[in-house]
């Protein structure tokens, strides 16, 4: 049960705001983007998705750029309230296509209707995009995406690359296209996020894949699709059944710890073609969620050498070692050390004649950022980082600093190695031939080394 529901952009601009129940007090809005803006009395550091204010509880999620957030008095599940706020961005992204500041205020009464529908006096009705068709009427109107691109991870495929048509994310799953007619395609997405922890010398301590694979359908009459996957898949001990998950050890190059599926999934032939057969609703759902622990190569590999050279200065090098293919290319890259508090100064030395590359020392929170705009596969890059101290520490100086923590996208690629073999459609005519569009992307959730 939650009292009010909001939507604020970067600057704390009120976009959406429901009160269902009238039982907290007017400006919580911003009272929640003040404590979450100086969470920190630096600026530096995120707040907490859930916190209490005065007797009010605020939860919250950060949906490209955007805050999600509700508020109550009642003592509710967190999980319940945090799993809420992502349903209804992502039933929103739905219907509007694309979700960003200037998509809600154009479609601010459909995104109204939307929420009297999923939300009645506080109490959660329904939020399913396909049961949703049925009692909101309202049509999106489409928003410009130039203005603000889209930062969901599969809005990387439209940068730089004709893989994918640009539209294909910014299309609302219910509207028609102009002239009435509708593009026949379905998306498939393999996101998989990385969980690393390194020793200072570059060896891995633990490793950890969280996967799922999204599916985003545009095809008209809900045919039934059959996805297949590595004929080499095992999951749990020795690949036995797929009911049988208690194991995470086995053979085979493609080894899941566990697994789950949508509940639209039909689970008939897993075990003996690998074979997925599902009717999609509408939306993007997620068709598998999987688990691996099991070893794999890490597309990165870090390594840091810290060294005293004197009472009052320090050096860091960084080295970062992309071991995944050399066709293959990491976006977005960011890599930061929080330094010794006593750090007043740092030099940095970049590798001769690098580009795409900036430095920079956030003295506020006594923060080391290296950006680096792309990373080509099977490349080594080094960063010499000269340190400065306002006074003599008495201890060790190497233990007040780190981990080191990296941030990275790399589109087309998957550590794990699971693939789609094929994606099909059970056909209408002879002459239907939907576009099939099946997508790879890593990144990193948790990825640090010790110092």
């Not at 939860?59 to 003592?75: D, I, P, S």
């Not at 599926?261 to 009717?279: M, P, Q």
Request: one cysteine or more.
């Amino acid at each position: 049960m939650i009292s009010q529901f909001f939507v604020l952009s970067q600057r704390g601009d009120s976009i959406v705001f429901r009160d269902y129940r009238g039982e907290v007090q007017k400006g919580s809005s911003e009272i929640f983007f003040r404590k979450v803006k100086f969470w920190n009395e630096d600026g530096e550091g995120e707040a907490p998705p859930v916190f209490n204010v005065d007797g009010v509880n605020y939860f919250h999620v950060k949906v490209v750029g955007l805050f999600f957030a509700a508020t109550t008095r009642a003592n509710v599940s967190p999980s319940l309230v945090l799993e809420l706020l992502q349903r209804i961005a992502r039933v929103t992204k739905d219907y509007l296509g694309v979700l960003n500041e200037d998509s809600l205020r154009k479609n601010f009464v459909l995104v109204y209707e939307l929420l009297d529908e999923v939300i009645d006096f506080g109490y959660v009705q329904r939020t399913s995009t396909e049961v949703l068709k049925s009692y909101v009427f309202n049509e999106p109107v489409t928003a410009h995406v130039t203005r603000l691109q889209p930062l969901d991870p599969a809005s990387i495929f439209t940068q730089g690359t004709k893989r994918m048509p640009g539209t294909a994310v910014t299309k609302s799953v219910v509207a028609n296209e102009p002239g009435g007619q509708r593009r026949e395609e379905i998306f498939v997405d393999i996101i998989e996020k990385i969980n690393m922890t390194f020793s200072s010398s570059g060896y891995i301590l633990t490793s950890e894949i969280d996967g799922t694979i999204l599916m985003k359908s545009y095809l008209t009459g809900n045919p039934e699709i059959r996805l297949a996957l590595n004929d080499d898949l095992n999951i749990g001990r020795g690949g036995r059944s797929i009911y049988d998950y208690n194991s995470s050890s086995g053979s085979g190059p493609v080894m899941l710890d566990d697994c789950n599926f949508h509940e639209s999934v039909h689970l008939d032939s897993f075990d003996i073609d690998k074979t997925l057969s599902l009717v999609p609703p509408d939306g993007e759902f997620p068709v598998m969620n999987y688990r691996i622990t099991q070893e794999f190569k890490p597309p990165f590999r870090i390594s840091t050498l810290f060294e005293e050279a004197g009472a009052l200065k320090a050096e860091v090098i960084i080295k970062i070692h992309a071991q995944f293919p050399s066709k293959t290319t990491a976006n977005t890259v960011v890599v930061q050390i929080p330094l010794p508090k006593h750090t007043s100064r740092v030099n940095f030395e970049l590798e001769p004649g690098v580009v795409g590359q900036t430095t920079d020392f956030k003295e506020a929170s006594k923060k080391l950022e290296w950006n680096i705009k792309k990373v080509v596969g099977e490349s080594e890059l080094t960063l010499r980082a000269k340190l400065t101290f306002s006074q003599e520490s008495h201890g060790n100086i190497a233990r007040e600093s780190g981990p080191v923590s990296m941030n990275f996208v790399i589109p087309m690629y998957n550590v794990s190695r699971l693939e789609v073999k094929y994606l099909q459609i059970a056909k209408k005519s002879q002459n239907y031939n939907p576009y099939r569009w099946v997508r790879y992307v890593t990144q990193a959730n948790s990825y640090v080394a010790r110092i």
